[in-house]
């Protein structure tokens, strides 16, 4: 089992960036796999980056060059860097981890689920 706990959403004018944490609590944060996934209103729910035990790298098509996944396995904390943000990135932001066999673009790899953090984007 693993607790994760996100930070850093906020309000940012289009153009801006944020960068979000998820701070992961339990045993053997290195062998899972990482991703961040957002919820818009009234949307589903996307897989937005993923970061594999490895360090290997996934982003959907919709964020490709804006946003950087990265982990600190000293820390136990993966990192969303997020810039030139967007209107459309607005949306409720959700840390998510899952057995570090599966593959990081697969959405229904993730398992382990934090409360998530908001971001909006102001036009």
């Known amino acids: 089992q693993v607790q994760l706990v996100e930070s850093g959403g906020g309000l940012v004018q289009a153009g801006g960036s944020l960068r979000l944490s998820c701070a992961a609590s339990?045993?053997?944060?290195?062998?899972?796999?990482m991703g961040w996934h957002r919820q818009a209103p009234g949307k589903e729910r996307e897989l937005v980056a993923g970061i594999s035990t490895g360090g290997s790298t996934y982003y959907a098509d919709s964020v490709k060059g804006r946003f950087t996944i990265s982990r600190d396995n000293a820390k136990n904390t993966v990192y969303l860097q997020m810039s030139a943000l967007k209107p459309e990135d607005t949306a409720v932001y959700y840390c998510?981890?899952?057995?570090?066999?599966?593959?990081?673009?697969?959405?229904?790899?993730?398992?382990?689920w934090g409360q998530g953090t908001q971001v909006a984007v102001s036009s």
């Open positions: 998510a981890a899952g057995a570090g066999a599966r593959p990081v673009y697969t959405p229904n790899a993730y398992v382990y």
């Open positions: 339990g045993r053997a944060f290195t062998y899972y796999i």
